[in-house]
């Protein structure tokens, strides 16, 4: 393990630390530790930060609640900066996105590869500039309620699609609900993160075959 002692702060007792998502690997946030901030993350296994502007020690979620909990901390092989891998309660942004990191500089070659996480992105870009012409932007417009009514239907589009037993038909449907689903998530500001850290906190699979014995279903 590391000492402490062989990190290389600069002039003003600073080390940049780059929060990193432990479950999705995505890159959280920047920000800055000093000797004390990251004595106390490590003593309380919980991020905190030195803030810059305010210059004052600073604990991640202490009033919003988006507390990151840490699972390592790895110095690079300058020992001038931190790599802090986390699991996290809640938006990592002030501005109260899952990641600071959101607005694309440049890219080169082919788009990248669709991910629910990408289409998550495009969606909220969707609710934020309400583009015309756009599906998304008639759904974020209508409001709650014509989202849901949605879901609804493609919820019973996907039923009717299963119990034909038509495969092809059934995916196009699952997507349709998928999307729409999504659309809802982006509305009441829920994150796909809360939804896979839902998941993966309880035995779906086995509590549901343990309810439906117990109900004799």
Same mark, same amino acid.
């Given at each position: 393990?590391?000492?402490?002692?062989?990190?290389?702060?600069?002039?003003?007792?600073?080390?940049?630390?780059?929060?990193?998502?432990?479950? &999705?690997?995505?890159?959280?946030?920047?920000?800055?530790?000093?000797?004390?901030?990251?004595?106390?993350?490590?003593? *309380?296994?919980?991020?905190?930060?030195?803030?810059?502007?305010?210059?004052?020690?600073?604990?991640?979620?202490?009033?919003?609640?988006?507390?990151?909990?840490?699972?390592?901390?790895?110095?690079?092989?300058?020992?001038?900066?931190?790599?802090?891998?986390?699991?996290?309660?809640?938006?990592?942004?002030?501005?109260?996105?899952?990641?600071?990191?959101?607005?694309?500089?440049?890219?080169?070659?082919?788009?990248?590869?669709? &991910?629910?996480?990408?289409?998550?992105?495009?969606?909220?870009?969707?609710?934020?500039?309400?583009?015309?012409?756009?599906?998304?932007?008639?759904?974020?417009?209508?409001?709650?309620?014509?989202?849901?009514?949605?879901?609804?239907? *493609? &919820?019973?589009?996907?039923?009717?699609?299963?119990?034909?037993?038509?495969?092809?038909?059934?995916?196009?449907?699952?997507?349709?609900?998928?999307?729409?689903?999504?659309?809802?998530?982006?509305?009441?500001?829920?994150?796909?993160?809360?939804?896979?850290?839902?998941?993966? &906190?309880?035995?779906?699979?086995?509590?549901?075959?343990?309810?439906?014995?117990?109900?004799?279903?």
């Amino acid at each position: 393990m590391l000492n402490m002692n062989e990190l290389k702060f600069d002039a003003h007792g600073l080390i940049p630390a780059i929060v990193v998502d432990a479950q &999705s690997k995505k890159v959280l946030t920047l920000a800055y530790m000093n000797r004390e901030s990251l004595e106390i993350s490590m003593r *309380e296994g919980c991020t905190c930060f030195w803030s810059r502007s305010r210059q004052t020690l600073w604990r991640k979620g202490e009033t919003s609640g988006n507390i990151q909990h840490i699972v390592d901390i790895t110095a690079d092989c300058d020992r001038d900066a931190l790599v802090v891998t986390v699991e996290k309660a809640g938006p990592a942004c002030h501005l109260g996105t899952d990641s600071c990191f959101n607005d694309k500089l440049f890219e080169v070659g082919c788009p990248a590869p669709f &991910s629910v996480e990408s289409l998550y992105a495009l969606l909220q870009g969707r609710k934020d500039t309400l583009p015309e012409g756009s599906y998304t932007t008639y759904l974020f417009q209508k409001g709650l309620d014509k989202i849901l009514k949605k879901v609804g239907e *493609e &919820s019973t589009e996907v039923i009717i699609a299963g119990k034909a037993e038509d495969k092809a038909e059934t995916i196009y449907e699952i997507a349709d609900l998928m999307y729409h689903v999504m659309v809802l998530m982006v509305e009441m500001g829920i994150a796909v993160e809360d939804v896979t850290s839902e998941l993966a &906190s309880r035995h779906v699979i086995d509590h549901k075959v343990k309810q439906e014995k117990a109900t004799g279903n």
